[in-house]
């Protein structure tokens, strides 16, 4: 004989661990209810967006980088000689540190960020 099933459970889904499962998540800096993908809500991501633009100039470190790799490998190599593959591999080489550089730049300015001060406004005891 075959035991009961009781209505509604399953016996292959593992129960969710300690209500966790369904549970809203908060943002990161300011405790508020909605986020996106980053883990901030939409007023500490515009309060970012502000912020960072007075590092604008961050994005010539990369490129320059990126452009030396490039006309070094890229070009030189197949100047003096060496085969074209060579010099494929140097323009993929000057665009990976491009972008490795650039992503390296946007992380340590969420970080710097994110432990910033927050404003008087946006402290949960003051709202």
Same mark, same amino acid.
């Given at each position: 004989?075959?035991?009961?099933?009781?209505?509604?459970t399953?016996?292959?889904c &593992?129960?969710?661990?300690?209500? =966790?499962?369904?549970? &809203?998540?908060?943002?990161?800096?300011?405790?508020e209810?909605?986020?996106?993908?980053a883990?901030?809500? +939409?007023?500490? *991501?515009?309060a970012? @967006?502000?912020?960072?633009?007075?590092?604008a100039t @961050? /994005?010539?470190?990369?490129?320059? /980088?990126?452009? /030396?790799?490039v006309?070094?490998?890229? =070009? $030189?190599?197949?100047?003096?000689?060496?085969?074209?593959? +060579?010099?494929?591999? $140097?323009?993929f +080489?000057?665009?990976?540190?491009?972008?490795?550089?650039?992503?390296?730049?946007?992380?340590?300015?969420r970080?710097?960020?994110?432990?910033? *001060?927050?404003?008087r406004?946006? =402290? &949960?005891?003051?709202t």
């Amino acid at each position: 004989m075959s035991k009961a099933r009781v209505r509604g459970t399953r016996s292959h889904c &593992p129960p969710p661990a300690f209500g =966790l499962r369904f549970a &809203p998540m908060s943002c990161t800096r300011c405790q508020e209810p909605a986020v996106n993908a980053a883990g901030w809500c +939409a007023s500490c *991501e515009g309060a970012y @967006d502000t912020w960072v633009r007075r590092y604008a100039t @961050d /994005v010539l470190g990369p490129v320059l /980088v990126g452009m /030396v790799i490039v006309s070094t490998l890229g =070009l $030189g190599l197949p100047l003096l000689g060496a085969g074209y593959l +060579a010099g494929t591999i $140097g323009v993929f +080489a000057g665009f990976g540190s491009l972008i490795g550089l650039h992503r390296r730049n946007r992380r340590r300015r969420r970080r710097q960020f994110a432990l910033g *001060e927050l404003p008087r406004a946006y =402290l &949960p005891a003051k709202t």
